[in-house]
């Protein structure tokens, strides 16, 4: 079955910088485009970026672009999000999901921007 | 940027009741291709959010049939025929035909 496990959240203080994963297993990971989704302590989903299945096209939300960077490396069956300048309003959980349809979610992991 | 607004925001349910919630797009999320591309997502207490249904009116793997979709355009709705106490959590519509957005939320609670 699909597993997605997120890593390297943790507290960093404003204009830090971080790097999220997420190890895809239990489906062929370079066939399928993935996304990360965050959401702030108590609020609704937002969207943050997505890449094509061979990383060919990448997207960003507005509110990370320039900052944040999605990569994958299908030899390792894993997704990054490479966050720079990061801001206290970028303090969330942060999902990666499986396209199609964002069906399969992982559980997250959680980043504090916090001095 | 397409934005997506539901109605109500939290509703109260008693068990074996119907529920609906609604979902408006401030643009048609009709593609080219044929397919409108509106989803539902639940979000249970602690958990991560699971896709219930897809392109307006087809339910994910393993999703109950109480649960259905349906709209077009810019105008849907979530109807859950009868409610259980497993349903509770907070329902989330999502368009993906430019980037992605997710509405505000509806939390669900049961009476």
């Known amino acids: 079955q699909v597993q997605l496990v997120e890593s390297g959240g943790g507290v960093v203080q404003p204009g830090g910088s971080l790097r999220l994963s997420c190890a895809a297993s239990g489906f062929t990971f370079s066939s399928y485009g993935m996304h990360w989704v965050r959401q702030a302590p108590g609020k609704g989903l937002e969207w943050v970026a997505f890449i094509r299945y061979d990383g060919s096209n990448k997207y960003y939300a507005d509110s990370v672009k320039g900052r944040f960077t999605i990569s994958r490396d299908n030899s390792k069956n894993t997704l990054y999000l490479q966050m720079n ?20 979610w992982g559980q997250g992991t959680l980043v504090t921007v916090s001095s | 940027d ?44 602690g958990q991560s959010p699971q896709l219930l249904i897809y392109e307006v009116s087809n339910r994910f793997s393993g999703v109950p049939d109480r ?6 355009g810019t105008d849907f709705t979530l109807k859950i025929s009868r409610v259980e106490a497993e349903d509770v959590g907070v329902y989330y519509c999502m368009q993906s035909i430019q980037l992605i957005t997710f509405g505000q939320g509806t939390r669900l609670e049961i009476k």
């Open chain 1, 85 to 104: 300048s990061l801001r206290a309003e970028d303090t969330a959980v942060y999902y990666c999901a499986k396209d199609p349809a964002l069906g399969d």
């Open chain 2, 67 to 72: 649960f259905s979709g349906s709209g077009s």
């Open chain 2, 2 to 45: 397409i934005v997506m607004t539901q109605t109500p925001l939290s509703l109260s349910v008693t068990p074996g009741q119907p529920a609906s919630i609604s979902c408006k797009s401030s643009q048609s999320l009709l593609h080219s291709d044929g397919k409108t591309y509106l989803y539902w997502y639940l979000q249970k207490p």
